[in-house]
């Protein structure tokens, strides 16, 4: 499965590391075979030191042979967010989670770059949640580069103004005559390393205790992109070492000696669910069985949770698969797919319904007075997050404070929630960070640490490490919700273009259902949720458009839609570019020709600094170069009658954050078996700066595999309230032999840097279903696509 060892590419998992945090029992695994066939094998060409453990429990890379930790009085901190010690080693603090993308490099390399830091001597450090960086707990939303582009300069700027000044006053001269290169400041009479200025300074105590005010800081010059020596080129990471030598650690490695493992019997449905009867007398019956805990959950996160406590995970397993549990029938044990589809046709239709987010004026008029309408609808299946590592936690009392082990997205949702199951004040609830084995929006939300830590708080906080089995994971899980769209436009057929649109987006909607607060303000002051809209609210000229947001009430009470790689912009582009092609045929243009005569970047449309400078002229640019890269429209004459090339184009994610993507799909469509192949995917990408070139590229190729995969081969069903699929036997992400060549051009410039986890999910899945037209004269509406749908068309003769 591509999704699957895409993951164990990006994040092995880790070796149980001794260490006075986590006391872990040798065992002979994956992780041990990596550690001493594999090692052993290549020992002779290749060798790694030991990894220090930091301070977040997350492994940092190796220190030379026989280097020692400086003392922490000694460290010089000119901010926040790094340290340079006594040995010059440079530290990076970073508050993103690392689930894969290489975060910390990429965010490291920003204020080293601007430090004139010696990157073989920096080091990353992910940190625990503490009071100094509240509020910046989020990885999520192609955010981490965009939002600590300008505070990590400023950051980079800030300790080399301070570096440059002291070492100055050491070599007695004057700041201006100092140049920085590698982490040595140069004078005219001498040179100094950045360690051996913080060891003077220790001596003297005239470095270590200053800082800047934030004004100061602002006021710091920064370097221009030409001056720039470490952003936009090759260097190697920093968190991949810790993962080939298997010392990287995981949230589910965690160990402690006193330690109780816990697995949950969950109820069938996530909300509304009430225990009746318990009967353990099979689970006591498995050696190792301790007991179970009815959990009483003050933040509903769990309701209707019961767990097993026992002195080993296979115990735990076994009897909680053994355990009978008898719930309260709940509503939401009523409700189907069809049912959500048929709550969303309804809600479509009132007009009273949802948030209006554009309702220019003219609309009514426009659709009146024209020619012709042309209306479609188009829906999504579920979709789950499947992470290669199932959720889990580990909680406990530790020194009257309730410690999390965790690996999360967004530790500042969740320690609100952590401490109201504690019964404690938010200062007393800690969360120790770890790798993630998978992210992808389901460890936004931190629901799953809750029940560790209640039934720590039920066995007077003792550790309890809380691990779900795949079948839990799959159950429990934070789906994307299924989807309903509608796309009418007025069209005019002297001008061959849209006089006018209406759009509706109906979804569950996973800010609503998890962080409220962060809803966004649409017209008349009505809230909505905007992750359930990202992607619609486009950058074409289309004349007056109305578009509107509609909660699917009805799958928020049923189940808890979850943000999932891409959010909404990984199906309303699938709408959108599927429409805007269908509009193209009926107009008889030419779908890239169509697409760039309403890129036209007037009105709302012309971007604005510093995120979005120049607007949709940069998404003409891109569908452009893509035209022309894959020699549009004359490729399609050179390929054979049952293979197509589609094309897409969108913003990535957010329009106040876009990465302009514009992609193509060649697909071959197998017309007596219905079999679709996507056999090739260009991506053309503006992110702005591309601060690391090579994750970029795997961000992009990920996320155009992720895109693929919920296009053609990866959906589950509701029913009784509940996703059927619950492994590999009934969920189907892409597989390795489905894996299509992938091409990919960033376009060069110096804008800020945009998000790169998500843009490359957009285009994919309206890319393929127009080369699926192209190839076969069969247009699909409902992703995924399977050969089914073709067979049906045929009989249909759509």
């Known amino acids: 499965m591509a999704k699957l060892s895409q993951l164990a590419r990006e994040t092995d998992r880790a070796f149980h590391q001794k260490n006075t945090a986590h006391k872990v029992r040798a065992s002979f695994s994956r992780r041990t075979f990596l550690l001493t066939g594999f090692g052993s094998a290549m020992g002779a060409g290749l060798a790694f030191g030991f990894a220090r453990q930091a301070r977040a429990g997350i492994v940092l890379p190796p220190l030379p042979a026989g280097a020692q930790l400086p003392a922490a009085d000694t460290l010089f901190e000119p ?36 430090m004139d830091a010696d990157w073989n001597r920096v080091r990353i450090d992910y940190v625990n949640t503490e009071k100094r960086f509240a509020g910046q707990y989020v990885t999520g939303g192609s955010w981490s580069v965009w939002a600590t582009w300008d505070l990590f300069r400023q950051a980079g700027a800030a300790a080399r103004y301070l570096l440059v000044k002291e070492a100055a006053r050491l070599l007695g001269t004057t700041p201006e005559a100092c140049r920085v290169n590698d982490g040595i400041v140069v004078g005219p009479n001498g040179s100094l390393t950045f360690g051996q200025i913080v060891s003077h300074a220790a001596d003297n105590a005239t470095l270590l205790k200053k800082s800047l005010t934030p004004q100061e800081m602002a006021a710091l010059p920064l370097k221009t992109p030409q001056q720039r020596t470490l952003i936009g080129r090759p260097v190697a990471a920093l968190d991949i070492p810790p993962k080939v030598t298997g010392h990287a650690v995981y949230g589910c490695d ?42 009483d959950d003050p933040t509903n996160e769990v309701q209707g949770w019961v767990v097993v406590i026992a002195k080993s995970w296979p115990a735990a397993k076994l009897a909680t698969d053994l355990l009978k549990v008898e719930w309260t029938p709940t509503p939401a044990q009523e409700v189907s797919e069809a049912d959500l589809l048929v709550r969303a046709r309804k809600l479509h239709e009132d007009p009273r319904s949802g948030t209006n987010i554009y309702d220019d004026p003219g609309v009514g008029k426009a659709f009146d007075t024209a020619e012709e309408t042309f209306s479609q609808t188009y829906t999504t299946a579920p979709v789950a997050h499947f992470t290669l590592e199932p959720v889990n936690a580990t909680a406990r009392l530790h020194e009257g404070i309730w410690e999390i082990h965790t690996g999360n997205q967004w530790q500042s949702l969740i320690l609100p929630t952590l401490a109201k199951a504690a019964g404690v004040p938010q200062d007393q609830v800690r969360m120790i960070t770890y790798y993630l084995g998978g992210g992808f929006g389901r460890r936004l939300n931190g629901d799953y640490a809750v029940p560790a830590l ?66 966004a303000e649409g017209m008349g002051g009505k809230k909505y949720d905007p992750f359930a809209l990202s992607g619609a609210d486009h950058w074409y000229d289309v004349g007056p458009f109305h578009l509107r947001a509609i909660c699917n009430d009805l799958a928020n009470q049923t189940f808890r839609p979850g943000w999932l790689r891409a959010v909404s912009a990984g199906w309303t582009p699938w709408a959108l570019e599927s429409y805007i092609d269908e509009a193209a045929d009926q107009l008889d243009q030419d779908p890239v020709a169509f697409r760039l005569a309403m890129l036209d970047g007037k009105g709302r449309n012309a971007g604005s600094a510093p995120n979005a400078i120049g607007g949709a002229h940069r998404q003409a640019a891109v569908l452009q170069r893509l035209a022309e890269l894959i020699n549009w429209p004359d490729v399609q004459d050179t390929l054979p009658s049952d293979t197509g090339i589609g094309i897409a184009t969108t913003f990535g994610q957010e329009r106040n954050m876009p990465t302009w993507t514009a992609g193509a799909a060649q697909v071959h469509v197998n017309q007596t078996t219905g079999q679709i192949t996507c056999q090739k995917i260009w991506l053309v990408v503006d992110a702005g700066t591309i601060v690391d070139p090579d994750g970029a590229r795997a961000q992009i190729e990920g996320g155009a595999l992720w895109g693929l995969s919920m296009a053609l081969f990866e959906g589950t069903e509701i029913v009784h309230g509940t996703i059927t699929a619950r492994n590999l036997n009934n969920y189907t992400p892409l597989r390795m032999g489905d894996d299509p060549e992938i091409e990919i051009v960033f376009m060069d410039n110096t804008y800020k840097p945009m998000g790169l986890g998500e843009p490359g999910v957009t285009v994919v ?31 249909q003769g759509a």
Not at 85 to 109: C, F, K, S, W, Y
Not at 765 to 792: C, E, K, V, W
């Open 454 to 519: 209640l039934a720590s708080k039920a066995l007077g906080g003792r550790p309890v490490k809380l691990m779900l089995a795949r079948n839990d994971d799959m159950a429990f899980d934070s789906i994307r919700s299924p989807s309903f769209q509608s796309i009418s436009c007025a069209l005019d057929y002297q001008n061959k273009g849209i006089r006018a649109m209406r759009y509706d987006v109906v979804a569950g909607w996973p800010t609503l259902a998890a962080a409220p607060a962060f809803m």
């Open 254 to 295: 965690v160990h402690f000696d006193d330690m109780v493992y816990a697995r949950p019997k969950l109820p069938p449905t996530r909300y509304g669910a009430r225990v009746r009867r318990v009967d353990d007398s099979q689970s006591c019956k498995v050696p190792g069985y301790e007991r179970f805990i009815v959990l």
């Open 79 to 114: 901010t926040i967010w790094c340290t340079i010690a006594p040995d010059g080693e440079v530290t990076v603090n970073i508050v993103r989670a690392e689930m894969g993308q290489h975060v910390g490099t990429a965010l490291a390399r920003i204020i080293a770059d601007e």
């Open 765 to 795: 899945a309206p890319a393929i279903g127009n080369a699926i037209y192209n190839a076969s004269g069969f247009r699909l509406r409902h992703l995924p696509m399977r050969p089914q749908d073709i067979l049906t068309a045929q009989k």
